[in-house]
């Protein structure tokens, strides 16, 4: 494994708060927090402001301004979700949606116009979007460290609360950061699956918080995978409505129930899958290749015109990015139970507002803004409240958890990308990929040019795949994303939720989701 550079050049640094991550949870915390009054420090894998699934493409978000609204949008996603979205969560993240991207707006965020001349709040840039997100944040004061990921999470044993974070800078270097109330926007996990924008979001952040007690929610709603041309790492979906599918002899797949990712995936496990664009006109292509244009660059790369010329699909695992599960949150301060501890966007669970479907697109954005901007606020008030400045934090003793990259890569794509056992799932299928993925974290890390971060990710990795299907294989019952061959049924109108703790022993408790009675009585669940 390759040591870290000399201790010459280490970094420590004191804050109110600490923000882990760079891109729009992130950033929103750090700006929140920074208005607020507290001192700010930003640590990001990558480059602030590039990173991340946000900055690669277009963000829609969820704008809804009219509160008569509401209740049509909480219908839907319950529905769909299984029942387990909580309507006073989504009514919260639409009404603070709409005030952060109207403060958006007055920083100067140059939205772009409908037909009318009227704003359109709802679209975001991605590469303009967080290039502007890093422009206030500094000009709020905050501190940021580029390429400088984080290791792990400092616990004071004493008070039992997260004082501070450490990691390692790109030249090897080793920072830490000591501060009052630290904030977890790593992102989810995409298992290095390849979408696009995806390669940082290991679950780093995920297994620091586990580490020092934070549990997780909606982990078997972890197996959202994304639609794209095989050899692209765009899985935008919005073309792909339009859509005909073949096999390699050229004989149609028939779409059932007009769900093409379910009916694409049964074939892919055994066989290719093609596709082309010819359901869509002269006018729908035009509009598609002016919105999308980033998806079509692969197809003019490859000399493939995809409205007229078949082209080989596949599904890229996108995990926790585009599913559901993460970090269970406490109340709407974003608290995770620990002391000093909140998170953020994907890092957090997004079960209250989108269930146990994806939260890809729209959900997703207004999540990682809202949640930003709660977790920022109330980590600095948490930092507020103690008494005097936090104590300059030293890394814990003992070894961190890691595990031999190129081990959990090959588990990882055999056990955790597979359709045949993440999609369409079985408990015996899970069971023996659990095995491998337990094994796995437990081997001994080879000699050679590892090193430490990649070492980590690796195990992180390993863990939120743990963490997904221990919970699916408690859940006995197909509810939403969570598919199971041998318990094809749902459990209907008795929806619970399930919260996962620990790290090299993993427990599961189960409760009610809020006000679930009244749903019933309304007749609401399936």
Known sequence: MTAPHGSTQDISLRADVLVLGGGPAATWAALSAARA???????????CGTSGAAAASNNNVWYVKDPAEYERH?????????????????????????????LLGELGYPFPRKEDGTLNHATLRGPDYMRFMRQQIRRAGVAILDHSPMLGLILD????????????????????????????????????????????CTGDGHLAAGEVGASFSGM??????????AFSSVTKGLPFIWASYSRQDGSEIAVED??????????????????????ASGDVERWLRSGQSNAFLPYDRMGIDPFRERFPVGLRLEGTVRGTGGIHLT?????????????AGDAASREPIVGGRTGGGSPNAAWAIVTGAWAGEAAGRFATSLNGAPPLSVPPPGTLRIADPVVA????????????????????????AQQALDAASRAPVAEGPTTLLQARSAHAMLYVARLAY????????????????DYPQSKGRHAYRQVIAGTDTLTVTTGPVATQAAYSQEGMLP
């Open 331 to 343: 109340g709407q301060d974003c608290a995770t139970g620990v002391p000093g501890l909140y998170a």
């Open 157 to 200: 044993d004493v008070e039992g609360r997260v004082t501070g974070a450490h990691g390692v800078t790109r030249d090897g270097a080793r920072w830490r950061v000591a501060a009052g109330a630290t904030v977890v926007a790593t992102g989810g996990c995409a298992f290095l699956g390849g979408a696009l924008g995806t390669n940082v």
């Open 470 to 485: 221990t919970g699916a294989l408690r859940r006995r019952e197909s509810r939403a994303l969570h598919q199971r061959t």
């Open 74 to 102: 909480f219908t839907e996603r319950f529905r769909s979700g299984g029942g387990l979205s909580e309507r006073g969560w989504t009514e919260a993240v639409l009404e603070r949606a709409v005030r952060q991207l109207h």
């Open 409 to 432: 890569r090959d588990v990882l794509v055999r056990e955790v990308w597979s359709l045949r056992t993440n999609l369409f799932r079985s408990e015996a299928g899970l069971l023996s």
């Open 220 to 229: 078997e709603f972890s197996n959202q995978y994304g639609l794209g041309a």
């Open 258 to 279: 007009d769900d093409a990712f379910v009916s694409v995936a049964r074939v892919l496990v055994d066989e290719p899958v093609f596709a082309v664009f010819d359901r």
């Open 37 to 47: 009054g507290a001192a700010v420090v930003l640590a990001d894998k990558g480059y």
